[in-house]
């Protein structure tokens, strides 16, 4: 692993609520930052106590209001221009870190740099199922970018530059079990709800039953799902249960207003 060095000072935002399963693993592994800003929402555990026993950990707590918003505010708060922002359930491979700290000595001409994702379905890498492209902005300038706080979740970086690819993928811990995924894709779909909702679109009846159907096709079949075994049948069927959720709470929105 090379030392650090950076020409280019490094900050480390991560958003946290209640990761204290993740956050000595993560945080053991960032030695190359230049400083750690985890922007926290009132966990309940000890995601406080384990963050603040790392020395580089700048802790702060802030209400959250949605996944852009907080994401926002983290780059806020961080002192230096260069961001590496991971979530508390990722993590970077030794090559992916040699990668990142070369890319910040040598980088001249890109704003914002892609990550391709391994996605864990518990301890074994989940191969298709739609997560065979996934990839995400994790490292960037923040002079040139911002996150699009029209949307609630899966948030879009707003790039005003050029845009790299690094080589090396991060692992992403997504799926620990099925209650805690589960409750992730319901939250998602209760934010994609609202977001459809100050959009002023209307839930129909062809969107509650053909959009998660198709979204259930299109992974299992399309994505190659079903190569996964059962692990794809699950990761699938959630994926599109999100769907539901979605027009589900969408309904309830326009009912209630």
Request: proline residues 1%; hydrophobic residues 40%.
């Amino acid at each position: 692993m090379k030392t650090n060095s950076l020409t280019k000072k490094l900050s480390v935002l991560i958003i946290t609520l209640d990761e204290e399963e993740h956050l000595n693993a993560l945080l053991s592994d960032l030695d190359f930052a230049d400083e750690i800003v985890i922007v926290d929402s009132f966990s309940t555990d000890n995601t406080e106590i384990i963050s603040k026993s790392f020395s580089k950990v700048k802790f702060i707590q802030n209400r959250f209001e949605n996944f852009s918003k907080q994401r926002n505010f983290a780059i806020s708060q961080s002192k230096n221009d260069w961001i590496l922002f991971l979530d508390a359930d990722e993590r970077l491979t030794p090559e992916l870190k040699n990668e990142i700290i070369e890319t910040l000595h040598n980088n001249h001409y890109y704003s914002a740099y892609f990550f391709e994702r391994i996605f864990m379905f518990e301890n074994t890498i989940l191969k298709y199922s739609g997560n065979q492209t996934d990839k995400i902005f994790r490292l960037f300038d923040k002079n040139f970018v911002r996150y699009d706080e029209r949307r609630l979740v899966h948030e879009k970086l707003i790039v005003n530059g050029k845009i790299g690819f690094l080589k090396n993928k991060l692992i992403h811990y997504s799926y620990a079990s099925y209650r805690d995924y589960k409750e992730k894709i319901i939250l998602y779909g209760k934010f994609k709800a609202k977001e459809k909702f100050i959009k002023k679109i209307k839930p129909t009846f062809l969107h509650q039953l053909l959009h998660p159907t198709y979204n259930f096709i299109y992974n299992y079949v399309i994505r190659l799902g079903i190569l996964d075994g059962k692990k794809g049948i699950i990761i699938c069927y959630l994926n599109a249960y999100s769907i539901t959720v979605r027009y589900r709470e969408l309904k309830k929105l326009w009912s209630q207003n």
